[in-house]
């Protein structure tokens, strides 16, 4: 047997190696990655082995990675002490097409005649990606087995490789690329160093930099929990989120069913979009057994969760997919869902262990939640528990959640009812407010110009519908004395109607206003003020809908009884007051924008009262 060995590469390998060399990743660096996941599962098969009791040569040698650089010869190597190929594993993992995924991307190719070159980037390639920066490859290594020796295998890419034995090598597989002119950069230690930190952190073997170490921080969420302390959580987060302080949340879950899923995620302390930091980005990265896949995965977690940091590992993920980007959609969407049911499951469960904690991180996050409630469909009811108001029942900065809102409901009670509000001491001088604290009916309060948006989204809690306070159908319990006779009233709604014209829609007699004279109704079910404030901020498209008001009046009111009398006495001072209360119930809606003309007429008013003898 002669004693170098010259073979071709399998036909199919050849037509790779082009299109790897060519087309394949955009991203060079990605090589690094590939051979040390190579080294890295070479590890993981030795530890196999040696737990299984198989003989191993030189078992003294723990598994590990080593990387050295030479700029000046322009080379990279990579050596691992894992488990080793013999002369027929070299042949047939690096010479010829064994495993799936690159089988699965040459029958891509078969059917296409012109491969797709965004299809081309789901398929894994590992070791032959070596070929992008490399214009020679030798491979020396040396099998666990005892009775083996070692090979020296080299190629130069296209044409074929050599294989002829190497005496004398440590157990394990040495890589060492001669790279190409314009690959050089990849012989920089610097550079090296920042590729292996970003992609390999988490490899749970030693990995070596000219000797430095560089993966540190162990990958603790494949670990059980029980088995992990709190700094190392806390030492962990300042890892992945950048951040010195500790998180507000951390949620560390396994699951298996449907998807083979391992999560550690983190809420940090403060919500960096108030700090007027702008949009945040998910920082949550995605890693198939402790390789990155995916830095600040896209689409792993709705848009309305993008301030959650942390890992998640799937093993799920093919091993044919190329790690350098994850291109299955349904995959992950299964995943999105599979994460977020858990987070909110999660937000529920600590609300219910710790309330105080709970609300300080609905405090920072209340308008994510919000925006979930708004723009997802899937996990609106999930999310409609997790929300939280001020209550009229309850103490201010008191919150409430809608559930126990309903178990405090009355049963002749059949909605929930909310009022929206600058702030708590508004609300209650709300004149729309007024025929729940006679009735007694517990009533939400809205500060968050947002909140009517997110009630129309939800619609419903648990059965019973969301009405906004304004738009209530509701009567007081009793009629009051000194109230105008049902058919003065109507008449003076006509007379009002008369004098104030177009200023306002209809006139109606009020059964629900206790201490304001009047009040202004939005006539528009669908539409109200604040909506329309809201729409005109965002500057929606479409003609801008006029608002119409309908007015209400309170007979059991003074005013509005003295009112009915003045305008048999005195027609112009009755109109003019009738105008300064339609202008004050305006006011007490937020709705009057220029109040000149009002301070004129009750200037002129209050001028008249003086000079009354
Ligand atoms: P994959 O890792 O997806 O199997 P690769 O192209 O990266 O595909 O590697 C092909 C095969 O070569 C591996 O499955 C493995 O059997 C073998 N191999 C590659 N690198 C090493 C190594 N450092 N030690 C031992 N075997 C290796
Ligand atoms: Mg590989």
């Known amino acids: 047997m002669s004693q170098n060995e010259t073979h071709h590469f ?153 294989l002829a034995p190497a005496a004398e090598l440590p157990r394990g597989t040495k890589i060492t690329l001669e790279l190409k002119d314009d690959a050089k950069d990849f012989a920089q230690a610097a550079t090296v160093e920042r590729i292996i930190q970003r992609y390999s952190s988490f490899v749970p073997f030693p990995i070596e930099l000219n000797s430095k170490r560089l993966n540190t921080v162990q990958a603790i969420w494949a670990r059980n929990k029980n088995e992990i302390k709190e700094e190392e959580y806390n030492e962990f987060y300042t890892f992945v989120g950048h951040d010195h302080e500790k998180p507000l949340f951390r949620l560390h879950f396994s699951a298996d069913a449907p998807l083979a899923i391992q999560a550690l995620l983190f809420v940090p302390p403060r919500n960096f979009e108030t700090l007027g930091m702008g949009r945040m980005d998910s920082e949550v990265n995605l890693y198939c057994r402790k390789i990155l896949i995916q830095a600040k995965a896209k689409g792993l977690f709705p848009e309305w969760l993008r301030f959650l940091k942390g890992v998640v590992d799937s093993e799920d993920l093919p091993l044919n997919i190329s790690r350098e980007t994850m291109q299955d959609t349904s995959l992950m969407q299964k995943l999105n869902k599979v994460l977020t049911s858990r987070f909110l499951k999660f937000l529920d469960e600590q609300a219910e262990k710790d309330a105080a904690a709970y609300e300080k991180f609905y405090t920072e996050y209340q308008r994510f939640l919000k925006e979930g409630v708004v723009t997802d469909f899937t996990h609106k009811e999930a999310l409609g528990k997790l929300l939280r108001f001020e209550s009229s029942t309850l103490d201010a900065g008191k919150l409430t959640s809608l559930a126990d809102y309903v178990k ?154 003295r009112l009915d009398a003045m305008r048999q006495k005195d027609a112009a001072l009755a109109s003019s007051v009738a105008e300064q209360i339609l202008d004050n119930a305006r006011v007490a809606a937020g709705l009057l924008e220029d109040p000149r003309a009002m301070l004129t007429r009750l200037n002129q008013l209050l001028e008249k009262m003086l000079t009354k003898d």
């Open 408 to 561: 405090r409901m009355p049963s002749e009670q059949k909605e929930i009812y909310c009022l929206l509000a600058a702030n708590r001491a508004a609300a209650e001088a709300s004149p729309y407010f007024e025929v729940f604290r006679e009735r007694k009916f517990e009533v939400l309060f809205f500060y968050d110009a947002w909140d009517e948006f997110v009630m129309e989204h939800l619609h419903t809690f648990d059965g019973k519908p969301l009405k906004l306070a304004e738009k209530a159908d509701l009567n007081l319990a009793a009629k009051k004395d000194g109230a105008l006779s049902e058919d003065a009233a109507k008449a003076l709604a006509q007379w009002l109607k008369e004098t104030l014209g177009d200023k306002v829609g209809e006139v109606r007699v009020s059964q629900r206003l206790v201490e304001s004279p009047a009040v202004i109704v939005d006539a528009d079910k669908f539409m109200t003020a604040n909506m329309r404030r809201l729409m005109k901020a965002m500057k929606q498209d479409g003609p801008e809908t006029a608002a119409r008001h309908d007015f209400e009046i309170n007979p059991a009111h003074p005013i509005i009884s």
């Open 10 to 162: 399998q036909a199919e390998i050849q037509q790779l190696l082009d299109i790897v060399i060519h087309s394949l990743y955009t991203d060079k660096e990605i090589f690094v990655r590939e051979l040390i996941s190579n080294a890295a599962d070479a590890c993981e098969k030795l530890r196999f082995n040696q737990s299984s009791g198989t003989a191993v040569y030189q078992s003294e040698i723990a598994p590990g990675i080593s990387v050295t650089t030479d700029d000046k010869a322009g080379t990279i190597t990579i050596t691992d002490t894992g488990l080793g190929m013999t002369h027929g594993e070299l042949v047939e993992n690096l010479g010829t097409i064994a495993h799936s995924g690159t089988k699965a991307f040459l029958k891509q190719l078969t059917e296409d005649k012109k491969p797709d070159v965004g299809l081309i980037g789901q398929f894994g390639v590992g070791f032959y990606s070596a070929f992008m920066v490399a214009k020679k490859v030798t491979v020396l290594s040396r099998s666990f087995a005892p009775d083996e020796t070692g090979w020296q295998w080299t190629s130069e890419g296209m044409g074929g490789y050599e």
